[in-house]
């Protein structure tokens, strides 16, 4: 699991997925609040590893200035995320689920939900991504990475840099 308010989580959660695919290993990310329409370079890394298949299942970010779908539509559409992730469980080596431990905090799925997929995992290795993991989510997890903030350019108003943030 990669928590934490630093950046890096989702970075370090597709850089395991790829490391994965080019082992030979069956990989899937499943993007809990990116939106099929958001072009990012992440998205290209699935075209270039046949055996790595993403899913951006989001409806953008959840309770914040741009945020543009309701509630019921995210809860809709973190089920989703959230079928699909019981879906490829056992079907996959690697599942990164990304952002899932933020849709947890934000009463999108519930955490029980998540750590019952955790325990029926069978074989396929899952890695959590998100801000604010729960006490028992840490517990559960056989490794967690703190991403811990020293400073952001976005605390000075500087937004994403195409090719490096996304």
């Known amino acids: 699991m990669f928590?934490?308010?630093?950046?890096?989580?989702?970075?370090?959660?597709?850089?395991?997925?790829?490391?994965?695919?080019?082992?030979?290993?069956?990989?899937?990310?499943?993007?809990?609040?990116?939106?099929?329409?958001?072009k990012t370079n992440d998205q290209k890394i699935g075209d270039m590893l046949p055996n790595l298949n993403q899913y951006l299942m989001g409806k953008g970010f959840y309770k914040l200035p741009i945020d543009h779908s309701n509630a019921d539509e995210h809860?809709?559409?973190?089920?989703?995320?959230?079928?699909?992730?019981?879906?490829?469980?056992?079907?996959?080596?690697?599942?990164?689920?990304?952002?899932?431990?933020?849709?947890?905090?934000?009463?999108?799925?519930?955490?029980?939900?998540?750590?019952?997929?955790?325990?029926?995992?069978?074989?396929?290795?899952?890695?959590?991504?998100?801000?604010?993991?729960s006490r028992l989510m840490i517990e559960k997890a056989h490794l967690v990475t703190e991403m811990r903030k020293v400073k952001h350019p976005f605390d000075q108003g500087v937004f994403a840099v195409e090719g490096l943030d996304f």
């Open 3 to 38: 928590t934490g308010e630093g950046k890096g989580k989702t970075s370090t959660g597709i850089w395991t997925a790829v490391r994965a695919a080019l082992s030979g290993k069956e990989t899937a990310i499943i993007h809990w609040y990116k939106e099929e329409s958001w």
């Open 75 to 133: 809860k809709m559409a973190a089920k989703a995320a959230f079928l699909k992730a019981k879906e490829l469980v056992r079907e996959v080596q690697v599942l990164v689920l990304d952002e899932v431990v933020c849709a947890v905090g934000d009463g999108l799925i519930k955490e029980e939900e998540l750590l019952d997929l955790i325990d029926n995992r069978g074989q396929t290795h899952i890695v959590l991504t998100g801000r604010g993991a």
